[in-house]
């Protein structure tokens, strides 16, 4: 039986998690593939350092090149992250002819560019599954199933931890800080979790899906982002007094003017699939021209779903080696060399939404008239009006739902409401998706 030899450059979490998926699901991927794969060698910068899923001696390597530079190592899975030398090490590979499978968001949103260039020269693969989502195929989704349509729009519930913050912050157990720290404790959210709770992971994973579905190679600095570490207890009662859920979505939507790209709490209609996805679990949720939404749900993130993805697309290079196909069946991204479409990426002064305000004012006549003034003023209309947590004579909690608005409009009337001395402290802000 014929043996395709595999190169794993990370032994950490997901690397362990792939090693350990090889062993147990070994006798069902050999069925599959009409072949065995086989891991060449495991390399990392510390081996020393003890592990649950053990290696032979003889297989761990603390230089990468010994793999990246085997004539009999077809496949280089690259798993450790947003490490200096990665990219260069990923670039050897494929100008050392291998196809290389990873699970790096940052590295590919960051330069995903640049490494499909390489891959085209080399004419070699890169696949990476596992960077969005974890074990839901949205990529596969995006480069081929819905590759006859036209990608209308993409929402994203793509970070766990932030996920799993507003999950338990809706059912009441806490406010933000105490359920990050639960969250630490249990694996959740890492020791230093900015990259998730400020938004950067989800941008990196949106870059991605913009790139795969409105063909834009779109920068970071171009993706409008904002965390979740600002959304209070309060907020989650006033939107479910207003029938809504909060989320961190990551939002792609094609308009007229051009492509929203943005990152950042949403309030969405408790009657959306996307409200009840609880946890750490994630979805995307597309809608294609012709196909219309369709919705991808899933475990997002964790050793098991990432090493799934990781190795389904080893396979899926293992076939092609295995019948003699040529490489880049697929281009990295969804849309040939050269034909990109011409689509502007909008800054969010641009984009257009429905708001939610919520301000704490002076308890006295008069105020509501100031608040709705400065609205009217930057022509932003009123839907809905809501009085919350009044202290006669001292101070009330209003809380506002506008009507659809411009977002450069908003900002000025942020500012002027700083002027207005009825208004006590910073005006909370979230914008809201009705359709979805």
Not at 199 to 209: F, M
Not at 304 to 317: C, F, G, K, Q, S
Not at 371 to 379: E, F, S
Request: charged share 25%.
């Amino acid at each position: 039986m014929e043996t395709i030899k595999v190169g794993l450059i990370g032994y950490g979490t997901i690397g362990q998690g792939v090693i350990r998926l090889l062993r147990e699901n070994e006798a069902d991927i050999t069925a599959r593939l009409g072949a065995r794969l086989a891991l060449a060698g495991v390399a990392d910068v510390d081996i020393d350092r003890p592990r649950k899923v053990k290696v032979k001696r003889g297989l761990l390597t603390t230089d990468p090149y010994r793999l990246i530079n085997d004539p009999d190592v077809p496949i280089i899975v690259e798993l450790v992250g947003d490490w200096p030398n990665v990219k260069k090490q990923v670039i050897d590979a494929l100008r050392a002819g291998k196809s290389v499978v990873t699970a790096n968001k940052a590295l590919l949103a960051k330069h995903g560019d640049e490494i499909d260039r390489a891959a085209r020269e080399a004419g070699q693969d890169v696949y990476y599954e596992a960077a969005v989502c974890g074990t839901i195929p949205i990529i596969r989704v995006l480069r081929e199933g819905l590759a006859a349509n036209r990608i209308e729009a993409v929402y994203g519930i793509v970070n766990g931890t932030c996920n799993y913050i507003l999950t338990e912050m809706s059912a009441g157990r806490g406010d933000y800080a105490d359920i990050l720290a639960a969250a630490q404790q249990k694996g959740y959210a890492e020791a230093r979790p900015e990259a998730d709770v400020e938004g950067y992971d989800a941008s990196h994973k949106l870059a991605i899906l913009i790139n795969l579905g409105f063909g834009v190679p779109v920068k970071l600095n171009q993706i409008h982002r904002e965390g979740i570490t600002r959304v209070t207890a309060g907020d989650i009662m006033a939107a479910k007094h207003l029938g809504y859920t909060i989320k961190l979505l990551a939002i792609a939507k094609r308009t007229p003017a051009g492509l929203e790209a943005r990152v950042h709490p949403t309030l969405i209609p408790d009657s959306s699939t996307l409200a009840s996805v609880n946890g750490v679990f994630n979805a995307v949720y597309v809608v294609g021209n012709m196909s219309g939404p369709t919705l991808y749900y899933g475990r997002g993130a964790g050793q098991d779903p990432t090493a799934a993805a990781v190795v389904a697309d080893v396979m899926e290079l293992a076939r092609r080696i295995l019948r003699g196909d040529p490489p880049r069946r697929l281009p990295s991204g969804a849309f040939r060399d050269g034909h990109r479409p011409d689509l502007k990426v909008l800054d969010v002064k641009q984009i257009e939404t429905e708001y939610y305000l919520n301000m704490n004012v002076a308890d006295r006549p008069g105020v509501l008239a100031q608040v709705a003034g400065a609205l009217g003023k930057n022509q932003i209309s009123i839907r809905t009006v809501i009085q919350r947590n009044r202290e006669k004579g001292l101070e009330a909690t209003i809380v506002i739902v506008t009507h659809r608005a411009r977002e450069a409009n908003m900002i000025k009337a942020l500012a002027a409401f700083k002027s207005l001395k009825m208004v006590r402290g910073p005006v909370r802000m979230i914008r809201i998706e009705n359709n979805i």
